[in-house]
Nanobody
């Protein structure tokens, strides 16, 4: 089992920045990739950024390219999401997810709320 704990959400104004953190613990051997998803009210959960633990691949949704940066600290088993130039439409619950051994994102954090006001 892998446990994921997110932190860093909050209420900010449009144009502000925010950094989310997700610390993984437990059976992290074989950690393959980690990702950030978000779910806005009334919308489906979408993947916004992902990184392979080797660092050889990074993904960004088109809606966040150029504004969000995903990074990882392998020694701390932690992934970060630096969010800049936040928009009202970035509002939602942000979830961290882990893929162990390339089997898909089967471990999820509890989510952290990000609210961007105009």
């Amino acid at each position: 089992q892998v446990q994921l704990v997110e932190s860093g959400g909050g209420l900010v104004q449009a144009g502000d920045s925010l950094r989310l953190s997700c610390a993984a613990s437990g059976r992290t051997v074989g950690l393959y990739a980690m990702a950030w998803f978000r779910q806005a009210p009334g919308k489906e959960r979408e993947r916004v950024a992902a990184v392979r633990w080797s660092g050889t691949w990074i993904y960004y949704a088109n809606s966040v390219k150029g504004r969000f940066t995903i990074s990882r600290d392998n020694a701390k088993n932690t992934v970060y999401l630096q969010m800049s130039s936040l928009k009202v439409e970035d509002t939602g619950v942000y979830f961290c997810a882990a893929d162990v051994s390339a089997r898909g994102y089967s471990y999820w954090g509890q989510g952290t709320q990000v609210t961007v006001s105009s």
